[in-house]
C-alpha cells in the first residue's frame, strides 16, 4: 500500500465512524458573508473608491493625475504593458513596452491591467493571463494597475463566481504590509509600496 | 514542584511578558471592530464556517480524492505523505530532480511541524525564510510564539540588534528603516533561488485551487521569482466548493488582523499560464497527514476545523501571562493545549500537561471563527491524561482515591466530617507536607471548617418533627 492509499484508507474508516450527515449550506445561507461594505449595484463605483483609498490604495482618473503622480514621486523609468493604448508622453519618461526581468530592480513603476475591482473590500483582481509578466505587478516600489469601472463588482462572492481556468488570480487590496515589528504597521515590504488604482 | 508552564510564566522576562500582553489586546479589539462593524451578526456567520467544516471531517476522504483528481486535470502534481519523514523526503526529491539548491519559503506551519529547513540544511540546501517574522526568527535561530505574528515576543530594538549582527546594516531600530533592510535583502534571495515553497490557508476540492493569504507579497515573490513551486498542506484544510470560500474569507483576516481582506488572497490552480513569461512551470502539492488521520478517528476531531487565525490564542488569558514559547510546541495556545499533544512524535504524554493550562473560561470558543468547542476538547483531553496515567497531566494534582472512598461510603464520609473540625487546630506546615496541597495554599488561604452542621441540624429537626407527632 502506497502513502496515497494509507492515508485515504485511514481518512475513509474515520469517516465511517463519525457517520454524519452535515449538509453543506444553501446559496442563501451563504449571503451571510455578504458583509455590510457590500454596495447595491448603483454604488459600485463609489464604494470601490471608498473601500480602496481605506486600504491605503492610492487612485488616479485620468492620464494627467497619472502623470502628475509619478512626477511627484519623482519616477521616470518604468514599463507601461502596450496592449493598455495609453497615451502617456514618452519623451518625459524612460519606458520600455516589453519588460525586462533583468531590469527588475530598475523599473521604478510598472503600468498593468486588473482584470475587476471589488467595492465590498477595495480590491482589484490581477491574473496570469493579461498580467504581462508576474513582477512586472509585483517587484515595483510604485505599480499601477488600469480598471475600467464597469469591472468592478459588488462583492467577493461575485469575484469568485467569475473565476475561469486562470493558474494564478490575485485579490490586491492596497500596497504591500507588515505589522511583525511590534504590531506596528509599515507599508512597503516585498511588493510594491505605493500601489495605485488608474480608474477609467 | 511546578507545572512547567506554571515555572516558564514565573522566569519570563518583563519586556517579553509586556509585548506580548499589549500586541494580543491590540489583536483582540481589532478583531472585535471588525467582525461586530462589518455584519450584524457575526456569530451566525461563524455557526456556518464551524458546519462546513463538520461537512468536511464527515467526508474528507472525497474531497481529498475530488481536490487531487482537479489539481492533476491543472497540470499540478500532487504528492501524499504520511509522516514529516516522508513530506520532507519529497520536498527533497523534488529539489533535487529540477537540479535546484535554493529556495525561498513563505510562512507555513506546516513546514515547521515537519523541521523542512532544517531538514534540507542537511543536504546541502539553502531555505530562506521570506516572511519577516519567520526570517527574523531564523537568523536568532530562534521559534515562532504565536501561528500570525512569529514575533510578538520581541521588541524592535532585539530586531535591530539582530540586523546589525547579521551585517545587514548599521544598528537601527525604527520599524520602516528595518523592513527597508529586509525587503532589500530577501529582493535578491528570491532572484537567486531555484524554488519557491510555501503552505496553504484553504485547498478547494471542487476546482482544484490553493488560496493563500498574505499581506507582505513574500508568497507571490517566492513563485513569481521561480520555476519550480512546492505547496505543503495539511488534509484538512480543504473547502468543499469555490462558493463557500467567502464564508472563511470573510472571517479569517478579521479574526486575524482585524483586515477585511489581507493585502494579498492569492487563487492558484496549477503551474503558470503558458503564455506567462514569470512563473513556475511545475507545480507540487505535498497532502501532508503527520497524525492528523489519528485525530479525525479520535473523540478529539472537531480540532481539525482550525483555520489558524490566532484568535484563541489572542484572547487566552493563559497565553497571555506565559506567551507561546512556554507551549513546548509549534502550536500554542488553546488551538495549540488540544493539538500539539494529539499530533506530538513522541506520544499524548510528552505534552499531557498542556489541556491543564486553562480555566476553561470559553473566551477562545467565543473568538473561534468555526466554533470549535475547545473547552470540551481540553476536558476530554484532560481525562485521557489521567486515564493513561501521564505523569505531566498530574503534577500538583492531588491524588482523589482517598476523597472518592469518602464520597462513596457514607460511614467514612460521617468520620471525615468529625475529624474536620480537629484540622482547624493542625499547623498549616504540617498539611503543606503534601506538595499538591502546599501548591493549592501558595495563592489561597485554607478556610476554618465548619462542616457537620446540617446533619446535625437535620437529626435535631427531624426529632422535633417527630416530638410534635
Known sequence: ?200 | MRQEMDQFAKDLDRETYEAVRSASKAKVQQRLDALNGDFDNPDALRKLAKQIKKNVRENLGEYLEQAEAAFQKNGATVHWANDSEEANAAVLDIMRRRGATKMVKAKSMVSEETELVSYLEKYDIEAIETDLGEFIVQIDGDHPSHIVTPIIHKNRRQVGRSFEREGLGEYTEDPQTLTTIARKHLRQKYLDADVGFTGANFLIAETGRIVIVTNEGNARFSIAANKTHIVMVGIEKIIPREKDLPVFLSLLARSATGQALTVYTQFISGPKAVDQPGGPEEMHIIFLDNGRTDVLASECAEILACIRCGACMNVCPVYRQTSGHAYRSIYPGPVGAVLSPLLDKSGFAELADLPKASSLCGACQEVCPVDIAIPDLLLRLRNRGKKEGAKKASVNTPGFGLWAMAATQPAVWKTGLKLGHAMNVVPHAVLNANPSARSWQKTRNLPEFKGGEFRKWLKQSSAQKEGKK
Request: charged share 20%.
Open chain 1, 1 to 200: 500500500m502506497n502513502s496515497r492509499e494509507q492515508i485515504l484508507g485511514k481518512v475513509k474508516a474515520a469517516n465511517q465512524k463519525l457517520k454524519g450527515n452535515t449538509a453543506l449550506p444553501s446559496d442563501d445561507e451563504l449571503l451571510l458573508a455578504r458583509s455590510n461594505n457590500t454596495p447595491r449595484s448603483d454604488a459600485l463605483v463609489e464604494t470601490f473608491c471608498t473601500r480602496w483609498t481605506g486600504v491605503s490604495g492610492l487612485l488616479v482618473r485620468s492620464e494627467e493625475e497619472l502623470i502628475s503622480f509619478l512626477q511627484s514621486q519623482e519616477a521616470t523609468t518604468g514599463f507601461i504593458d502596450p496592449a493598455l493604448g495609453l497615451t502617456i508622453n514618452k519623451s518625459m519618461f524612460n519606458i520600455d513596452s516589453a519588460y525586462d526581468p533583468g531590469k527588475v530592480d530598475t523599473y521604478q513603476f510598472c503600468i498593468t491591467p486588473a482584470i475587476q475591482g471589488i467595492a465590498e473590500t477595495g480590491s482589484i483582481v490581477l491574473n496570469d493571463e493579461t498580467t504581462p509578466h508576474r513582477l512586472s505587478a509585483l517587484a515595483p516600489w510604485i505599480h499601477i494597475a488600469v480598471l475600467t469601472e464597469n469591472s468592478i463588482v459588488s462583492g467577493v462572492g461575485d469575484a469568485i463566481a467569475c473565476f475561469n481556468n486562470d493558474p494564478s488570480i490575485i485579490f490586491v487590496t492596497g500596497p504591500s504590509k507588515t505589522a511583525d515589528i511590534e504590531g506596528i504597521l509599515i507599508e512597503g515590504v516585498h511588493g510594491p509600496g505605493k500601489q495605485v488604482c488608474f480608474l477609467i
